[in-house]
């Protein structure tokens, strides 16, 4: 692939790491950067507020083909409709919303062109559910990354107390189980990892050594144009 724009994709479920990971690459290669999460989450944040129903398929499609959402890189910001919601999407009823919306194949469709076109020169790390699977099935490099349940329960609950936010580590635990099940188990693009992704538990790896791990792979695959 090296006449085409490389793509590194990074899946995994919530709280494994991926984000940080994603990140991390993009800043040390230079490449651009697609949390594809953060779309499905603003799509939720658009619904709540426009007060449409989750389970009405056809209006979500909708709001999803026409969604104004704007991603800022620095500094590190999202806009709906013209408003900062970076930290509006990441709150738990916003997380278990865009879930819901996820398991929505229409909605997966109006989405998939929009996650495409961050595809450009260096090159992208996308970070989410399908990317190795759905959105880039011909990537240079696939990473899946996992963590248990309660490690990953563990991990929410320090991030959002570093917030201000106090919660109950039982409810995270049993609301990321629910989200898993509710991920793994969709007609369309369950979260799988892709055939040739390189499978990364980080429950007990701090995530200094996951991206040394993967960008080792990063070297044996991909010639880094400087």
Not at 148 to 174: H, P, W, Y
Request: a negative charge.
């Amino acid at each position: 692939m090296s006449s085409k724009v490389p793509v590194i994709t990074v899946d995994g479920p919530s709280g494994g790491g991926k984000g940080t990971l994603s990140l991390m690459l993009a800043k040390k290669l230079g490449w651009h950067f697609l949390d594809s999460g953060a779309l499905y989450r603003v799509l939720a944040l658009a619904a709540i507020r426009h007060s449409v129903a989750l389970d009405n398929h056809e209006a979500l499609a909708v709001l999803a083909a026409h969604l104004d959402v704007i991603f800022k890189h620095d500094p590190q910001e999202i806009l709906l409709e013209g408003q900062i919601v970076t930290m509006a999407i990441r709150t738990e009823e916003c997380g278990g919303a865009a879930s819901q919306v996820a398991a929505i194949p229409a909605v997966r469709t109006a989405l998939l062109e929009r996650q495409r076109a961050f595809l450009e020169a260096p090159g992208l790390v996308a970070d989410g559910r399908d990317m190795g699977t759905v959105i880039f099935p011909a990537a240079d490099l696939k990473i899946f990354l996992e963590a248990t349940a309660l490690e990953r329960a563990k991990r929410r609950q320090l991030q959002l107390k570093q917030q201000g936010i106090d919660v109950s580590l039982d409810g995270l635990f049993v609301e990321i189980e629910k989200r898993d099940e509710r991920d793994k188990q969709r007609s369309v693009s369950p979260l799988v990892p892709a055939h040739d992704a390189i499978v990364i538990d980080t429950t007990q790896m701090p995530i200094e050594k996951v991206f040394e791990t993967v960008m080792a792979h990063v070297n044996e695959r991909i010639s880094i144009k400087t």
